[in-house]
């Protein structure tokens, strides 16, 4: 049984010729011309699927998109957080030398870690300043402490002779520890 609009779209097709390309084009001397053709759009498909395949696995997208999300789901905190910790411990070892140059030291590194944190976190400007008083001033809570910091940390790498105590260098190192943070907070 035909319905009404079945017979509208054959008479359709026969207006058109659709009936007959279509029978023009599926018939087997068109379609071993055509064989080489198709032939040559499957390798480029294929070529084209292996580019996308190889881009995509070299890219940071999965990192980004899979390995980084699954790493924070069960490690219950921030990827590459653990880089962070180990290298503040590191840090914060040189404070219990009770040495007046590591102490110094202490605070050379942590306000380079800080910076390179800012740099990774693209923060804008180019110097520690212009990130601090630009995005950080927004992001990192104690941006006065850290400036103050900074500041300590010129004069020690411009004055030879400055003398860093032990309580200011640990309360410094603490600020520095709370940029860092706020930075991975966000």
Known sequence: MSLPWDQ??????DALGIRDFIY???SPSIQDTLFPVKLIFI???LFFLCAVIYFYLNSSYLRNAFIEDYSEFFAWQAYGLKAVDKKWKSITKKIITES?????LAMLEA???????MQDAEFSGGSFEEMLNGDGRRLIQN???IL????IRNLIVHNISYSLDV???KRMLEEYEKAIKSIYSY
């Open 167 to 169: 309580n200011l260098a």
């Open 143 to 145: 941006w006065d402490e």
């Open 111 to 117: 306000d380079e870690f800080l910076f390179e944190e």
């Open 100 to 104: 007046e140059k590591e102490y110094k």
């Open 43 to 45: 390798i480029f498909g």
């Open 24 to 26: 023009f084009i599926s």
């Open 8 to 13: 509208n779209w054959e008479k359709l097709y």
């Open 148 to 151: 103050e910091a900074h500041k």
